[in-house]
């Protein structure tokens, strides 16, 4: 049988009926498909992008970027950003300071500006609204005139502030999320101990996702085992219970904790009934740290127990009935052929409680108390009271680099597409 | 799990032991969960069982908490109501005219806290899901494909709503709606909840796709169906229970977040987990566990019907367990 549509050319490609190279058209057709394809998901990506990404990344942007000074005051920022911020502070930069102050005071900028730079030095904030109130009637030596008003305005340190607050580009915040300060010279100095509160949030944000995390495996293997082995009818049954708390809301959840854990609580009545502590003695076991660790752990238990499950699944039973065919004992076998094998599950599992806990909020602002807070309190803190954006912008920062890191390390343990549900 | 005949006496003890560890562990999945729904039923202001309900005296029980959803925030709560009047009140705001008498049931409905909560989490839960759901189950289809470019990137692009702590989320969303004009609207508060939910549904879908047989679409495409009518003919109908329960996903995140809500929304849009949030904050009282009752019977049958979906879906699969 003659083919008509595969002919040769004259360089002997295979050629398409109508004239072009096989090759070439097959690469269109490709492309085509590829395109169509994208064009599926382009919709979403869109979607995700512009209610999602774009988001996040301004927010993260005020973590280095914060213009207040800079917009406000806009004949003295240059200048100061200028200076080095050792010598004598200049009549120049005076006179522009008192020119900013009063157009700051006309277009009651005034708070906003005293609330930057008293972050950089406490007491600013009353220095500015003070003198402002004053400048319109101020003439020249403005700097003599600043200082007789304000003997703070004699102080270097003053000036410094403003101009790390007058700098718009600054790491400052960062090295604020990390218990630094960015000097106006530019360095970097470590605050004291006792004032290093973030990197201690830190640490106790990653202790308790830890112990959670160590928690639920020492609660979920043990339950992933039995459902794992278990006929299928009694295990689908028992995988109710596990199902049931993973349908049900975060605050029911955190609602029931309250109810079992709170001091006139179902917990505390039964340990008085039986006699294990007294009535004017009750245990304290919410609003603290203890409170957030058992209601988390119960939160993220199932996140535990289905990806162990559904790897034990897949493992052979012959497997284990091998090695104890050739001699070895029960605990043997399990250690050394059954355990590795679920490594991948532990792993799975281990590693989304983590990434899931070391973001929590709600559970540790509802029934966290003082002790319990972790970074992300914080982070909405800074978000909603303070306001101090550029802050939580930076602390959130790092949080979503921590984050960033485990996710990747899933993706390349596990792969996202192994992602399962229910 | 079975004994051998031939256990020794420590094996036998390791065995039941295990047996009683896992029954401790179900007893802390469950217990919380269950309990509310009879301290739910105190006749009390407490959050704790009183002596008469411990000794079934049938005073310690009441609904009244119940009563509460209902009427918390209504302007008279007084009025008369009866089913009848129910009946009567259903039936004039369906009609067309829309005119709902005064009384009661129109005053329930505009006003009380609870009722407006589920009116507003039902609102958004619903043009969420359809947001995510539709481009969500486009995407998982596209992601599916063997040409597919980039397919890793952007997978873990459109999974990451799913892993970005929400704080981040929420704060982002707060910053950047606030300045084009989103922040405490109704569809700022959608939109956040669709992007929070699209992840379930790409997973649960493109789980759908792997067991879906391409030649059929193929087989359709050869007998002169065009890509849609090859699309809702042959692979919608196949991959529906996936495309449902990535919906049903998508609807009970946004039905039970609350930190965007806190963010985004305005107190006019306060949702269900929202009131419950500052109910547990500011004035804790067991409407809250009626509340909370409810919503674990919802649960319970979002589950049964998942569980079915799933049957159905691996039969139509041809998957046998």
């Known amino acids: ?203 106790k944000t990653i202790w308790v996702s830890g112990a959670v995390m160590f928690a639920c495996l020492f609660l979920g293997y043990p339950v992933a085992y039995l459902l794992a082995h278990l006929p299928a009818k009694r ?94 004992t029960n605990s043997t076998a399990f250690w050394r052929v059954y355990f590795p094998a679920t490594i991948p599950g532990i792993g799975a599992g281990g590693l989304l409680v983590f990434i899931l806990s070391i973001g929590y909020y709600i559970t540790p602002a509802l029934v966290g108390g003082q002790d319990g807070q972790l970074i992300s309190n914080f982070i909405a803190y800074h978000m909603q009271k303070s306001l101090n954006w550029s802050l939580a912008a930076a602390l959130g920062g790092i949080l979503l680099a921590i984050v960033l890191i485990l996710y990747w390390l899933y993706d390349r343990i596990v792969g996202i597409d192994n992602m399962k549900l229910g | 799990m079975e004994l051998p005949p031939y256990a020794t006496l420590g094996q036998k003890i390791w065995h039941y032991a295990f047996y009683a560890i896992c029954g401790l562990i179900f007893l802390f999945l469950i217990t919380p969960i269950l309990i509310i729904a009879p301290l739910s039923f105190n006749a009390e202001p407490y959050f704790s069982f009183t002596e008469g309900m411990l000794s079934f005296e049938k005073e310690a029980f009441s609904t009244r908490w119940y009563n509460d959803i209902l009427i918390n925030g209504m302007a008279d709560p007084e009025q008369p109501r009866s089913w009848a009047l129910f009946w009567e009140w259903l039936w004039m705001a369906l009609s067309p005219a829309h005119i709902a008498p005064q009384g009661f049931f129109t005053d329930m409905w505009e006003n009380a806290q609870w009722v407006r909560a589920m009116k507003n989490s039902f609102f958004i839960g619903f043009f969420a899901t359809l947001i995510a759901t539709a481009l969500g189950t486009l995407a998982a289809i596209g992601l599916s494909r063997a040409e597919m470019p980039y397919r890793g990137a952007i997978m873990s692009l459109l999974i990451s709503p799913l892993i970005v702590p929400l704080v981040i989320t929420a704060a982002g969303m707060f910053y950047f709606y606030s300045q084009v004009g989103l922040s405490q609207t109704y569809p700022g508060v959608i939109l956040a909840h669709a992007a929070l939910g699209t992840p379930f549904v790409i997973i649960t879908v493109t789980a759908t796709l792997v067991g879906f047989d391409k030649s059929l679409v193929r087989a359709g495409a050869s007998m002169g169906a065009g890509p849609a009518k090859t699309f809702w003919k042959i692979q919608m109908p196949l991959i529906l229970p996936g495309v449902v329960s990535g919906g049903l996903f998508a609807f009970i995140t946004s039905f039970d977040e609350v930190v965007a809500v806190l963010f985004l929304a305005g107190p006019e849009h306060r949702t269900i987990p929202r009131q419950m949030y500052s109910g547990i904050r500011e004035q804790i009282s067991p409407t809250i566990l009626a509340v909370a009752t409810i919503l674990v019977i919802i649960s319970i049958c979002l589950l049964v019907t998942m569980e079915m979906l799933r049957r159905r879906g691996e039969r139509l699969r041809g998957i046998r367990s």
């Open chain 1, 1 to 203: 049988m003659t083919d008509a549509t595969a002919t040769h050319g004259p360089d002997g490609l295979l050629l398409a009926a109508d004239g072009t190279p096989l090759k070439t058209k097959l690469r269109e057709s490709m492309r085509a498909s590829r395109m169509r394809a994208f064009g599926l998901v382009l919709p979403l990506l869109l979607f995700v992008m512009a209610s999602f990404i774009i988001p996040i990344m301004m927010l993260l942007w005020t973590g280095v970027y914060n213009a207040t000074y800079a917009v406000n005051m806009p004949a003295s920022a240059p200048l100061m950003q200028a200076w080095d911020g050792s010598s004598e502070p200049t009549e120049a930069m005076a006179e522009a300071m008192v020119a900013d102050l009063i157009a700051a005071r006309k277009a009651k900028t005034i708070g906003k500006v005293a609330s930057r730079v008293n972050r950089e030095l406490s007491g600013t904030r009353s220095l500015f609204t003070k003198t402002a109130r004053r400048a319109a009637k101020m003439e020249a030596p403005f700097m003599a005139t600043l200082v007789d008003r304000d003997k703070d305005w004699a102080d270097v340190e003053t000036w410094r502030a403003i101009k790390t607050a007058a700098t718009s580009l600054t790491p400052a915040y960062y090295a604020a999320a990390v218990d630094a300060k960015y000097t106006a010279t530019g360095d970097f100095e470590m605050q004291g101990e006792e004032r290093q509160i973030h990197l201690k949030l830190f640490w």
């Open chain 1, 235 to 328: 295990a689908n049954l028992l995988m109710i219970l596990v199902l049931l708390p993973f349908w049900t809301s975060l605050l029911v959840r955190t609602t029931a904790w309250i109810a079992m854990l709170q001091s006139q609580g179902v917990l505390n009545d039964i340990f008085v009934w039986i006699g294990i502590t007294g009535d004017d003695q009750r245990f304290s076991l919410i609003y603290n740290m203890t409170g957030t660790l058992i209601a988390m752990t119960h939160i993220l238990l199932p996140f535990m127990i289905l990806p162990i499950y559904s790897v034990m699944r897949a493992i052979p039973p012959s497997h284990v009935r091998a090695a104890k065919s050739l001699g070895a």
